[in-house]
């Protein structure tokens, strides 16, 4: 029997919200994100005022890292998030982490719910229940106020930042060629390149981001256009290629297009799958874009 969000959910108490579960696990606010396609796939956050004590919640994080059963972890300062390794059933290995963390803080006097996270203070019954970085938990009111206006600041000085289209469009290029030298090389060894434009399209971004472009609308369709249109020349290259070593020209190379052989196959697999393929890589640059699209205060909000 699979053990779910549901169950786990059910069996603790706690509240399913999109993609996540949330609520009070052994005396803390604890959130976990599921997302099957996600990346990463689960990240697990246990709520705590962390105050001086973050080296020290640093370094049992990655000193456990095996015991935990975790790949990666962060310490912030209203507690940490922990990312499982994936072995087995998710759910009963976030519930083991889970009862590991909330039992090495509860020894080292970490304060749980009824302690804001912020300022350390007792809530004594009058906090809220809200979210920052979509984690949800009880906090003062007059914190939460702080946090927003702190989330509000953030989102303004990232809308300040320029967006460096020209340069974030040749580094899209650069990075899609690159595809393109992929799919050319894959299809000398194999006759088959189309994962080429994946390649193209989820490197595209990158360094179109990485060359000072924001991550917009139009950044993942220049990216999505420019791999698809270097993996179409590749293909048409690749196809010379295979009749230059014919002894063929370009006319031969046409001809695999048309001819019904074996090559004929060959060619409209390849740009069958380059639709496929940039097609995907393109829908996890969406997925990437409409990540950023949500800011700091929408991520921070009164429940
Ligand atoms: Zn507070």
Not at 228 to 256: I, R
């Amino acid at each position: 029997m699979k053990y779910t969000m549901q169950d786990f959910a059910k069996k603790h108490m706690l509240t399913l919200g999109k993609h996540c579960v949330y609520g009070v696990f052994e005396g803390y606010c604890v959130h976990i994100k599921y997302t099957p396609i996600g990346n990463p796939r689960c990240l697990i956050a246990v709520v705590t005022h962390v105050g001086e004590k973050k080296k020290q919640l640093e370094k049992y994080l990655t000193a456990k890292k095996g015991e935990l059963g975790i790949s990666n972890s962060g310490v912030v300062s209203i507690g940490l998030m922990v990312c499982p390794r994936f072995t087995g059933e998710v759910f009963s290995a976030a519930e083991n982490i889970l009862q590991k963390l909330t039992a090495h803080l509860k020894k080292n006097g970490f304060a749980g719910a009824d302690v804001c996270p912020y300022c350390g203070a007792p809530l004594d019954g009058q906090g809220i229940l809200s979210t920052d970085s979509d984690i949800p938990f009880y906090t003062h009111g007059r914190c939460f106020e702080s946090a927003l206006a702190a989330a509000r600041r953030k989102d303004e000085e990232e809308r300040r930042k320029p967006d460096r289209k020209v340069l974030g469009a040749l580094g899209g290029l650069l990075a899609a060629l690159f595809g393109g030298v992929v799919y050319l090389l894959t299809c000398a060894w194999w006759g088959f390149g189309a994962l080429g434009s994946a390649v193209g399209a989820f490197a595209s971004l990158w360094l179109y981001k990485k060359f000072g472009g924001k991550n917009t609308a139009f950044a993942v369709s220049f990216c999505g256009a420019a791999a698809f249109l270097v993996s179409v020349c590749a293909l048409f290259l690749g196809a010379y290629y295979q009749a230059y070593t014919a002894q063929g020209g370009w006319a031969e190379a046409f001809a695999f297009f048309v001819n019904g052989g074996k090559q004929t196959v060959l060619c409209w697999l390849n740009a069958a799958m380059i639709v496929v393929f940039t097609a995907l890589g393109c829908v996890y640059n969406a997925f990437s874009y409409a990540r950023v699209r949500r800011t700091n205060e929408d991520r921070t909000r009164r429940l």
